[in-house]
């Protein structure tokens, strides 16, 4: 059994030694022990880390993550889970979309003014009332464009 002091499973992991320690007290990774004063990992550890980044990336939280490990430290997925966070992540997308293509739109409007373009005065609209639900995105969406 291979094992790895923090520093360098900091090192290959790619994150700080105070990450780890967090990881440890949030209960996601444990040391096999100690060499003095540093902490030791099975090797195991790297793939563990590697699931933890994949989580974060994906957009769930510590909890969220410590939830889809057994006691044993194998993974435990959840698929509901998994398939609400990439419909989530399908919402976002389409968002993101029609927030790129109000963009180009203001870029490339051939209006004099964009204070004389209907699309951007709406896309000024929307941001004036916090554009941030997806009604009002959906809605800027399905509004026919004007060039």
Do not use: W
């Not at 360098?8 to 780890?20: I, K, M, Q």
């Not at 550890?45 to 699931?51: A, F, K, N, P, Q």
């Not at 769930?60 to 993974?75: C, K, V, Y």
């Not at 209006?111 to 209907?118: K, Q």
Request: hydrophobic letters at 40%; charged letters at 30%.
């Amino acid at each position: 059994m291979t094992e790895l002091d923090i520093t360098e499973v900091a090192h290959r992991a790619g994150v700080p030694a105070s990450t780890l320690r967090f990881y440890e007290e949030k209960g996601l990774i444990t040391p096999t022990g100690r060499r003095g004063l540093r902490r030791q990992y099975d090797a195991g550890v790297l793939e563990r880390l590697s699931l933890i980044a994949l989580g974060r990336t994906a957009g769930f939280s510590l909890d969220e993550i410590a939830r889809m490990f057994a006691p044993d430290g194998q993974p435990r997925v959840d698929r509901q889970m998994l398939v609400a966070r990439a419909d989530e992540l399908d919402r976002t997308i389409r968002e993101l979309g029609v927030l790129r293509d109000s963009l180009r739109h203001a870029a490339a409007c051939p209006a004099p003014s964009h204070a004389e373009c209907p699309t951007f005065r709406r896309l000024l609209a929307a941001a004036a009332a916090g554009v941030g639900t997806s009604r009002q995105r959906t809605r800027l969406k399905n509004t026919p464009r004007r060039s």
